[in-house]
């Protein structure tokens, strides 16, 4: 029974290839970054009805939950999550006639595949409900505002996660060729934090810098210590990267400013390393307002926790891809990135895990978050048989 619907569903999902090629290419030429999602969803939301396949829009207005509410006692329920949402990014020159029409944002990130592969998964699972004896319980999750590390929480909270007994996800990877795959059991991305600084000093004109305290001066020596600091204080066997991607302070050249903002993020693979940086950086802020005497302040945001991908569904999606791929293309991922990935939140509450697709042509494509992002778009139709077909080996495997 199982090799028979893999089959249908393989069968399917390539006569899908041309449509979905047409929605990747829609989502990609109308995107809209986090928070935004509205007529993505309603897109989304379209194909479903028009397949006939029951769905919830969140209350958000932003993200959807797919998929037949039947099901045995006890059956488990298998979920696949896509994102959905672009990047604040202006997409660079590209001879494609699928460029983004809306200046300063982009689909740089593969989401718009994500959610197109996701969408053939969910047709080609309710188009081969006739091959089963017996219902498939599944479930989709279009979610909104991954960027930001919004949406997983939002879906959770719209019931996505209720009854699930495990979710699988795929994610495009540019420095892989189409046609292959690479997974990893255990942690595959960082604890992810967020870190705002304010330096309050006291503004002036830059002719009299002694009659002020310069928050700038202080900003930068702040900035200096912790890049400096922070690679000592953490054991050097255990990855952590702070970055600061964002100041702002003063608004004419020859004024010192009265404050300065910075915002950053701490990245690690343990929790022991992200409280050794975070005492280093408390550390560093204490000595530069006792020599500058400007009050720094740092406050720890939200963050995300790492994705730990469970061996047991990782192997199921593993061979789920040798099987259509063949064995030789499933490669492994050596190690962690310090990226961040808010599909951690569903982990949370299911055993599930992420692989990474191949998207790269012969030539190769520029890396994730580039203004010149593209993928070879044979790998929507792989993509979409990976999570139909992991779906149907893990509800076998119960």
């Keep these: 029974m199982v090799k028979t619907l893999c089959e249908a569903l393989d069968a399917s999902i390539d006569e899908m290839g041309e449509f979905l090629r047409t929605v990747r290419r829609y989502f990609h030429a109308h995107p809209e970054p986090s928070r935004e999602e509205y007529q993505t969803t309603l897109e989304l939301s379209r194909h479903l009805t028009d397949a006939g396949i029951p769905h919830e829009i969140a209350p958000t207005g932003r993200g959807i939950i797919a998929g037949p509410e039947i099901g045995i006692d006890g059956q488990p329920r298998i979920a696949f999550r896509a994102d959905m949402d672009a990047l604040p990014l202006q997409e660079g020159k590209l001879a494609v006639p699928y460029r983004s029409t809306r200046d300063g944002v982009m689909h740089a990130c593969g989401h718009d595949a994500h959610s197109t592969m996701a969408l053939g998964a969910a047709l080609a699972l309710h188009r081969c409900q006739a091959h089963l004896p017996r219902p498939i319980a599944w479930r989709a999750i279009f979610q909104p505002a991954e960027e930001t590390a919004e949406g997983a929480v939002e879906m959770i909270r719209a019931g996505a996660m209720e ?18 795959v690479a997974q990893r059991a255990g942690v595959l991305t960082a604890d992810c934090r967020d870190i705002r600084i304010i330096i309050r000093g006291r503004g002036g004109h830059a002719a009299r810098p002694h009659l002020s305290i310069d ?34 302070g003063g608004e004419a050249n020859n004024v010192i400013p009265d404050h300065v903002e910075i915002d950053g993020t701490i990245r690690s693979l343990s929790q022991s390393a992200r409280e050794r940086a975070s005492a280093a950086i408390q550390s560093v802020a204490r000595a530069v307002s006792v020599a500058t005497g400007a009050e720094v302040h740092v406050e720890f945001l939200h963050g995300i926790d790492p994705v730990i991908n469970d061996p047991s569904v990782i192997a199921v999606m593993a061979h789920a891809s040798a099987e259509i791929l063949g064995a030789d293309r499933v490669g492994a991922i050596p190690h962690p990135s310090l990226g961040g990935e808010d599909f951690a939140a569903y982990l949370a509450l299911a055993p599930g895990a992420m692989l990474r697709l191949g998207v790269a042509g012969a030539a190769g494509w520029p890396t994730l978050h580039s203004p010149r992002f593209d993928i070879d778009e044979r790998a929507l139709v792989l993509g979409a048989k990976i999570l139909a077909r992991s779906v149907v080996l893990l509800s076998e495997k119960g």
Aim: with cysteine.
């Design 215 to 248: 928050p700038i001066a202080a900003a930068a020596q702040f900035i200096t210590g912790v890049y400096q600091c922070v690679p000592r204080a953490v054991d050097v066997r255990e990855p952590v990267v702070v970055s600061f991607g964002s100041i702002h």
């Design 163 to 180: 009854g699930v007994s495990a979710i699988v996800a795929l994610h495009v990877d540019p420095e892989l060729e189409v046609g292959r």
